[in-house]
């Protein structure tokens, strides 16, 4: 079975700060990544995934993420956060190929931007 | 664009009373979850479900939790006798490929 693991439980940044959150996973086999977000009191929302190809993946909101294979990890970027950036965020990992695999999530990291 | 969409918003019950939550997927999907996210901690697999059968379980999914897609379109989540510790968001997801696409959620409170 996969794991998620996320290093960073809280992070508090000022406005303008680069912004990296880490994300390593365990699983033997080819997996789908993901960070979600969840603004205070909002449901999961996709910032962004990586199936394939070009291992650095842009997502909405100026976020960016980078898969490195070699490593097992899918870390979270950008590289200036607003105050509005306060939330949390998860990174998930489902195993590619075959039906019914769940979606497994790492434990979340509150960001909180501060002005 | 698509999306998922849940049923209550939110519910409050008392303890040991039937709660059911259901799930609009999207309607091309094939594959449907339920997730639950106690306040304040990680969200964390309930059910998954394919073929109308549960595909996978996580150890929380005990029998007082049921799923159920009874028209080929809703797929419904009920636990039974409610505890306290159920007191949680309850997310419903669907995919037909790889990425899951959440719905809002429902908040259930258990008195």
């Known amino acids: 079975a996969q794991s998620v693991s996320q290093h960073n439980h809280h992070v508090i940044l000022s406005e303008a700060a680069s912004l990296e959150l880490g994300c390593n996973y365990s699983?033997?086999?080819?997996?789908?990544l993901f960070w979600y977000v969840q603004y205070p009191g909002q449901h999961l929302q996709l910032l962004l995934k990586?199936?394939?190809?070009?291992?650095l993946v842009k997502g909405i909101k100026g976020f960016e993420a980078e898969f490195i294979k070699s490593k097992f990890s899918f870390n979270l970027r950008k590289p200036s956060v607003q105050w509005s950036d306060t939330a949390e965020y998860f990174c998930a990992v489902i195993p590619r190929g075959g039906g019914g695999n769940k979606l497994t999530f790492g434990t979340g990291t509150q960001l909180k931007v501060e002005l | 664009e698509p999306e998922v969409t849940q049923t209550p918003s939110h519910q409050v019950t008392q303890m040991g009373q039937e709660v059911i939550l259901r799930c609009v997927p999207i309607s091309n999907h094939l594959y449907f979850y339920w997730y639950r996210q106690i306040l304040g901690q990680k969200v964390e697999f309930l059910v998954s479900?394919?073929?109308?059968?549960?595909?996978?379980k996580s150890e929380i999914f005990d029998d007082q939790f049921s799923v159920e897609r009874p028209d080929g379109s809703n797929f419904t989540l009920k636990i039974r006798s409610t505890k306290l510790e159920d007191s949680a968001m309850y997310f419903c997801?669907?995919?037909?490929?790889?990425?899951?696409?959440f719905g809002e959620g429902s908040r259930l409170t258990v008195l």
């Open positions: 479900f394919y073929n109308n059968e549960i595909s996978e």
């Open positions: 990586y199936f394939s190809g070009d291992p």
């Open positions: 699983y033997g086999g080819t997996v789908n």
């Open positions: 997801a669907s995919r037909v490929t790889g990425e899951l696409f």
